[in-house]
């Protein structure tokens, strides 16, 4: 039996990294928080594709390279050169905690169109992954709603990362309309407990959950950094441990969670379990969670992207 793929839209970019000791110099490396969810997977020793545009130029071949070299699938990415790849300058506190400065739009990322995608990806059942980075122009959110919906018809789970980065977006801040109505499309949905305050808006939390279970999503877990992760469903709520590790650099380590988590979905799915079997095994999710967080600490402790994510060697 095929492996049940994950497979990741949205963006690639160069993330370049600050060095702790000289704020002025920057490092190269591979970044995007798609690209990382794909990655991530791979190194846990699961099928993964990306699905993505980058530029014809240094960086889009050395993102290439850099997605191939850790065994992902990049049959469905495109170059172009009517745009250059996206970069993004990440600042860190003494905490190990970032901050962006995107060079994007324009960017090739966002010239990505629905036709770009190989019919035959659909071929096999899988999972789509993707997030609110590729909801920030209006043809690129247009690309979002029309592969989540090809992903639905083939009868593949959909799960999104919010990843809110507001400086993405021409108004400074995320629309709270059309993150919340990816969202409510999703099978699987991550938030950041500071992403869920924005999204909720005027609403409590706890009401704004509510309603969001009320539509697709079946699974919904609510990090908040070193402290807990919530888990939803729409019959309970279990609040998970995170223990405390020395923190390096937190870059990618909401998408080395995300990873881990859709890796293990994907292997029950291979394995004949259903997404509903599964769902119906509170342990089992407890269990899937936590493994999830292990990755998640795991990145906390080395620096970078996809340098960063764990193998299957040390999550094990």
């Not at 709603?145 to 507001?166: C, E, I, K, P, Y």
């Not at 080395?302 to 299957?312: D, V």
Request: negative net charge.
């Amino acid at each position: 039996m095929q492996s049940t793929p994950v497979c990741c839209f949205g963006e690639v970019l160069i993330d370049f990294l600050q060095d702790k000791n000289q704020p002025g110099l920057f490092h190269r490396f591979a970044g995007g928080a798609p690209a990382n969810v794909a990655v991530a997977v791979a190194r846990l020793g699961g099928h993964s594709k990306f699905i993505g545009m980058v530029g014809k130029d240094m960086f889009g071949d050395f993102l290439l390279q850099e997605l191939q070299s850790y065994a992902v699938d990049c049959s469905a990415v495109r170059q172009t050169a009517d745009a250059k790849t996206a970069l993004a300058f990440v600042a860190l506190n003494e905490l190990g905690d970032r901050s962006f400065s995107f060079y994007r739009p324009p960017a090739a990322d966002l010239l990505y169109k629905a036709e770009h995608c190989p019919a035959e990806l659909w071929q096999q059942k899988g999972i789509l992954h993707l997030c609110s980075n590729s909801l920030t122009e209006p043809d690129i959110a247009q690309t979002s709603f029309a592969l989540v919906r090809l992903a639905q018809q083939h009868g593949w789970l959909v799960s999104v990362d919010a990843n809110l980065r507001h400086n993405l977006w021409s108004q400074g801040k995320a629309s709270r309309e059309l993150v919340t109505q990816l969202l409510e499309m999703a099978d699987l949905v991550k938030l950041s407990e500071d992403e869920l305050d924005y999204l909720a808006d005027e609403q409590s939390p706890e009401l704004w959950l509510s309603n969001i279970l009320t539509f697709r999503p079946a699974w919904l877990v609510v990090t908040a950094g070193g402290d807990e992760v919530k888990s939803y469903s729409k019959t309970e709520t279990v609040t998970l441990p995170v223990a405390a590790v020395p923190v390096l650099d937190t870059t990618a380590a909401g998408d080395a969670f995300v990873g881990a988590w859709l890796h293990q979905i994907a292997q029950h799915l291979t394995q004949g379990l259903t997404f509903n079997q599964l769902l119906a095994q509170p342990d089992l999710c407890q269990h899937l969670i936590n493994k999830a967080i292990k990755a998640g600490s795991l990145t906390c402790q080395n620096y970078g992207a996809f340098a960063a994510l764990p193998t299957a060697a040390e999550w094990n």
